[in-house]
DNA sequence: CGAGAAGTTGAGCGGCATCAATTGTAGTGG
DNA sequence: CCACTACAATTGATGCCGCTCAACTTCTCG
């Protein structure tokens, strides 16, 4: 039980949160362990509850009725997904799926409901962080209009160095390349060419799902020319 | 002053507000006309006001170190824009355009915010508004890959005719097409022929910048299959 | 009425999707 | 533990959609 409050707490939507509001809203927290391909939920269910990533990924995606998937977002460990359907009668907007095992939190909306309309600093909390949301998919639909394949892989990159702190120039894909391929909203084969024509271009070093480089620069004057932000860019 | 809580409270963001908490935000608004073209504000600048649209529409948006513009959204009336920058030291993460000339009321954002920490109420709402946004901005991803620019205008009318709740199958379109073809990501070029293919395709009639279509049935038949909504959608 | 912008139409090209075939890899069960 | 299978990943060939450049027409407004 510890375990999970220690894993909301590390989420930036609950990490402000005091112990007895935390305690309120985890109550009702289960774990649980899924393998790759379980489904979740699926769009237009009726939303009950929202989920914490303890760890593996989970692909969250919509598809058309001749089955054409669009990928939303891929999640991994400390993402909260779900819990935009925090108001009532609401269906979840889109599918989730299993896409790397490991263990998931689910936690019923009605708590967090409870503590939402209760506690201003949840409400401010959600805003912050839909909002950060929202300021990303702008930057994504950004990003696929104005750069190509290439780019989208490279900058993804960028974004993944970032992220880790040490500065070992070295990235390992976090899930395969399908779904990278889908995430950044091309085919496989356009992935594969284009990871080809990047390595061509800068000069990385490929060996299958890690990725070595020397510096940021040449992947940061190859990518960001075509987009609207400074270089050290937060995605 | 009546007249800009008036139009402060069409806005679903503040609809459910009381008229004291409405007072408290509005009492240093101001109502300025202002004429195609003007800037109001750039991405990056500090950001110290946020706006209604009282009349015209604004153009956000984004561009690169080359100039190439990508559209955020195209806002009209009783939209609101700007507030999602309450929370302390933003600065806009995209440029605002008057597309058409009209009345914007700009209201300081240290008003919002002060009401924000004190108000449960305006936090949800505005929780509220920015997941709908989210949505719209995850369906718009979705719309991207999987629709044609064809099947892109086509939805658009669709929204369009939704909206206006009088069944007489008119469109106007609301702006002029250069920017509905940067709107929907394509170019000018692209769109007057995707215009055509679309009346080829489906019936439909055009005349300027109005739109005649005998049914909706052929429309959605037409886009819908694209999509993973079903057919009386919300954009 | 004239200037400049919006809108249309044509020609050509390139990036990405698609279809198809092959190789690589990981998971499964005998 | 290896053989088998299923799927991931790569590579090739081809076609189409939308972008670009350019010319022309229509509209808007001072």
Redesign the pocket.
Known sequence: MDDIINTLSEAPLFATLTPSVLNDISKNAHPNAHKKGKILFIHGDPAEHYYIVKSGHIKLFRETVDGTQTIIDVLSQGNVFGHTLVFEENTYPYSAEIAESGIIISLPLSDLRDALYNDNTIAINMLRATTNRLRLREKELEHR?TQ???QRIACFFLRHTLQRKNDSLVIHLPY????LAAHL????????????KLKKDTGIR?E??SIYLNTLDRLSSYVCSSCSERFPCNG
Do not use: C, V, Y
Request: hydrophobic fraction near 40%; charged fraction near 15%.
């Open positions: 209009s190509n394949a290439s395969d390349k399908m779904l909203g091309m085919q496989p084969e356009t992935f594969s060419r284009a990871l080809l490929i299958g799902s």
